[in-house]
């Protein structure tokens, strides 16, 4: 291949890259969409009894399509909603993956274990809701380090531990209820004006003490509607991908608008070609 030619796939590379950013970013070195791979994580620790979860496949392009799953305009995962769908099981490390999440709801369930410490790695989040759960431990310190949340309910679980002083750092918190744990002080100050830290037997034993509430009525639990993703993937085209060889570039090819990539330019035929020969 000459000089000329080796600059003109480059050129198209960039052009390639530039119009499939965010895909090519989603895609691991086997070609596996990553956020696919966290929540699978996620859906491997928990039980589903009802099944809401069923139509989460491994072999998924991108998990857009999936029941309680929101993504944005760019195939990201922004919101996880599961309230009130009766799982249990423990909450996977793994959703420290979806690193693009902003809303997070678990609400009304029977999750038990820890609360992962890996959520402090969503720096995009800004509403965290996993009330009336069975989570137990402590509040991970690392809950600090969420810059963006504005809405945290950890209420009616079984944390234990002292509160959390790295609260206090999320200078943009609206809205915070840790009632109904066993948490113990001392209760740093935070920025939340609307909070409820009542039914912790060690800070609050009769809820009545000053501090115990904040002054505006707090809202009810979040209710979004999160049971629609978006159309499926036609059948071909799954059953394209679910087979396996060259999975990322069938995706580009599939997902992508071809016409950077079509037929009448040579290079990048020469490219695609050479790909596929020397996997
Ligand atoms: C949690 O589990 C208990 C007993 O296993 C059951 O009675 C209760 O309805 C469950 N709660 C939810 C929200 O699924
Ligand atoms: C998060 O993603 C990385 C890289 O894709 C992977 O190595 C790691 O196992 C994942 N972590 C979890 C907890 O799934
Ligand atoms: C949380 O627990 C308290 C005390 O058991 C109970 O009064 C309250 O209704 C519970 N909150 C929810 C939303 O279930
Ligand atoms: C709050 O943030 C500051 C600066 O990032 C850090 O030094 C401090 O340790 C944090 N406090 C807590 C309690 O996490
Ligand atoms: C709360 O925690 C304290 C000390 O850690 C413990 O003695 C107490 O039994 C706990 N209460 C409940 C209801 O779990
Ligand atoms: C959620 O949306 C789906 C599809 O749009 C609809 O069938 C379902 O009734 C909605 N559920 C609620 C609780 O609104």
Same mark, same amino acid.
């Not at 970013?25 to 990553?34: A, D, E, H, I, T």
């Not at 991108?62 to 309680?68: K, V």
């Given at each position: 291949?000459?000089?000329?030619?080796?600059?003109?796939?480059?050129?198209?590379?960039?052009?390639?890259?530039?119009?499939?950013?965010?895909?090519?970013?989603?895609? %691991?070195?086997?070609?596996?969409?990553?956020?696919?791979?966290?929540?699978?994580?996620?859906?491997?620790?928990?039980?589903?009894?009802?099944?809401?979860?069923?139509?989460?496949?491994?072999?998924?392009?991108?998990?857009?399509?999936?029941?309680?799953?929101?993504?944005?305009?760019?195939?990201?995962?922004?919101?996880?909603?599961?309230?009130?769908?009766?799982?249990?099981?423990?909450?996977? %490390?793994?959703?420290?993956?979806?690193?693009?999440?902003?809303?997070?709801?678990?609400?009304?369930?029977?999750?038990?274990?820890?609360?992962?410490?890996?959520?402090?790695?969503?720096?995009k989040l800004h509403t965290l809701d996993l009330s009336n759960n069975c989570f137990t431990g402590e509040i991970p310190s690392s809950l600090g380090q969420l810059r963006s949340l504005e809405y945290l309910r950890l209420s009616n679980n079984s944390l234990y531990g002292a509160f959390p002083l790295s609260l206090g750092n999320i200078t943009q918190l609206a809205f915070l209820d840790l009632s109904y744990n066993n948490l113990s002080g001392p209760i740093p100050k935070f920025p939340a004006k609307t909070f409820n830290i009542a039914g912790n037997p060690l800070l609050c034993k009769t809820g009545s003490e000053q501090g115990c509430y904040g002054t505006v009525p707090m809202p009810m639990s979040f209710n979004v509607n999160f049971t629609h993703g978006k159309p499926p993937l036609d059948w071909n085209t799954r059953k394209r991908i679910a087979l396996g060889a060259g999975r990322g570039l069938l995706y580009l090819h599939e997902q992508c608008d071809p016409k950077i990539i079509h037929r009448d330019v040579k290079a990048a035929n020469i490219l695609l070609d050479e790909y596929f020969e020397k996997p």
């Open positions: 291949m000459g000089a000329e030619n080796g600059k003109a796939v480059l050129f198209l590379l960039l052009l390639l890259f530039w119009f499939c950013g965010s895909t090519i970013g989603l895609l %691991s070195p086997k070609g596996v969409n990553y956020e696919v791979q966290a929540l699978m994580g996620i859906k491997a620790s928990l039980k589903d009894p009802h099944g809401v979860l069923d139509n989460w496949d491994q072999d998924s392009v991108d998990p857009c399509s999936w029941t309680m799953v929101t993504c944005s305009a760019e195939n990201l995962v922004i919101g996880l909603g599961t309230p009130s769908q009766s799982l249990s099981g423990t909450l996977s %490390s793994s959703v420290g993956n979806l690193t693009n999440l902003e809303i997070l709801l678990l609400q009304n369930n029977n999750i038990s274990g820890p609360v992962p410490p890996e959520l402090g790695k969503l720096s």
